[in-house]
């Protein structure tokens, strides 16, 4: 445990003199003050309130730790797959509803990035949702996903994608209510 001394703090007996706000000291045992934290923040948005308020979050937690912040979108109610079987209009119609989602997802998720003053990535995948966010973390090397807790009551029999993702222990998830 640290043990402030004046403006210096001792660490397994090595002190470090406090620079900036987020100065990092890379010197083995010095003290480091604003370096914890993840670098790269993902979130998923679903349209839900509670997505929604997962990424206001992410987006305040990057700002605050000057992470990157990726938003992904994963299109996963109208599985692509199960198109074929439809008729015409009814496969472009849901798939333009669903550009559509995403570009209002969009166009939220960039306001949002503005207000909070951080950078933001949007990425749109297509699939199922835990399978997407996985690549999608593994693709940007996320060090924390935030995602909304689930509305359906049926998740807590079968699982939700928050604690699918949790049990796949690869970084920390954030869960919103």
């Known amino acids: 445990m640290p043990i ?3 403006r210096s703090f001792r660490v397994c007996g090595t002190a470090s003199r ?4 987020h100065d990092r000291v890379s010197q083995r045992g010095a003290f480091e003050l604003g370096t914890d934290g993840p670098t790269v ?10 997505s929604l308020r997962a990424g206001a979050y992410a987006a305040g937690l990057a700002r605050r730790s000057g992470a990157r912040l990726v938003v992904a979108h994963v299109s996963g ?10 008729a015409a209009g009814a496969a472009v119609a849901i798939a333009d509803a669903e550009r559509s989602l995403a570009d209002e997802l969009r166009t939220q998720a ?6 909070a003053g951080v950078t933001m ?10 399978t997407e966010l996985t690549r999608i973390a593994e693709q940007v090397r996320a060090e ?3 995602v909304g807790a689930s509305e359906s009551a049926g998740h807590r029999l079968v699982g939700s994608l928050a604690s699918r993702l ?3 222990a690869r970084w920390p998830v954030t869960v919103v209510p």
Request: net charge positive.
């Open 4 to 6: 402030r001394t004046g």
């Open 18 to 21: 406090i620079r900036g706000k």
């Open 41 to 50: 923040i993902l979130t998923g948005l679903d349209g839900s309130r509670t």
């Open 77 to 86: 109610r109208f599985p692509f797959a199960g198109l074929a079987g439809m």
């Open 110 to 115: 960039e306001q949002g990035a503005a207000h």
């Open 121 to 130: 990535e949007f990425v749109v995948a297509a699939g199922d949702p835990f």
């Open 144 to 146: 924390l996903v935030v």
């Open 166 to 168: 949790v049990r796949a």
